[in-house]
């Protein structure tokens, strides 16, 4: 898919009428999706914000504009530019967005748990959600909200071991992904998120980022765990 992104409200990317700038502008909104469209042969989708500002919430004219266009899906974070990341996310208008068109509409923002996650379904009516912060060293947060949605139960906390073997994982992908410099650095932020809760993150976070080479970070890593495995921690939380 090629994935149309108007959502991001970064002073450097709106300045160039980019990101969320472009909720501004539905003329040229119209006139990028339907040239996007027509110049591929997969699918396009979308993510929007809810407008520009809470005076212009533009975001079911431009939900509108999308789904003539040929959008195949819509994603929606329910802040609009203004809000930037602050307050709480509103799902009433994600939810006149998914009453105004017929394609489907993922609800996006603050949903950080399976509990959320039902309850902004059940608020918005939306086909599926996004979810960005709330992941960031948590990737089993997505088999949690599977999993609660078809049950109605909670699945416990991972335990050490499987964290571990999620985060070695996710190192090497990295690691092979971004290349020896990049991937060492992109690394520090993951490793940070997915040690957070931790006891003795903080000090093993100093010294980690200080390391420059893939192979010290798995074994720093490898380290980390295997003293809270001998002292017999068990579950993360
Ligand atoms: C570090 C960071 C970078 C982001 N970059 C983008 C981006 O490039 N494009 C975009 O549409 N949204 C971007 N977002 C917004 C997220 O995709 C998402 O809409 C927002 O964080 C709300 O969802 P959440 O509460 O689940 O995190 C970014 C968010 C964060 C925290």
């Not at 431009?62 to 609009?80: F, N, S, W």
């Not at 902004?120 to 909200?145: C, H, K, N, Y």
């Not at 996710?170 to 020896?180: I, K, Q, S, W």
């Not at 998120?193 to 010294?207: D, I, K, M, V």
Request: some cysteine; overall charge neutral.
């Amino acid at each position: 898919i090629i994935d149309i992104n108007m959502g991001c409200p970064a002073k450097k990317v709106c300045n160039k009428a980019a990101g969320s700038a472009l909720l501004k502008d539905e003329v040229l909104v119209r006139e990028i999706l339907q040239a996007v469209v027509a110049a591929v042969n997969v699918p396009v989708t979308l993510k929007i914000r809810t407008g520009w500002d809470r005076e212009n919430k533009n975001g079911i004219a431009v939900a509108k504009i999308a789904e003539d266009a040929g959008i195949v899906a819509l994603a929606v974070h329910g802040r609009t530019r203004a809000d930037l990341y602050m307050g709480e996310a509103e799902y009433d208008t994600i939810a006149a967005i998914k009453q105004a068109v017929s394609i489907p509409v993922l609800a996006n923002g603050d949903i950080d748990s399976p509990q959320k996650a039902k309850a902004v379904l059940a608020a918005t009516g939306a086909d599926g959600l996004l979810i960005g912060r709330a992941a960031q060293g948590r990737p089993w947060i997505f088999r949690e909200i599977e999993h609660y949605l078809r049950t109605g139960e909670q699945l416990p906390a991972p335990s050490l071991l499987e964290v571990e073997r999620i985060l070695l994982e996710h190192l090497a992908a990295l690691h092979a992904f971004y290349g020896d410099v990049m991937g060492v650095r992109i690394a520090r932020k993951h490793v940070s998120w997915y040690l957070a809760t931790l006891p003795g993150a903080r000090e093993f976070r100093a010294q980690f980022n200080r390391l420059d080479s893939t192979d010290a970070q798995c074994t720093n890593v490898r380290e980390f765990f295997s003293e809270r495995h001998n002292n017999g921690e068990g579950v993360a939380a």
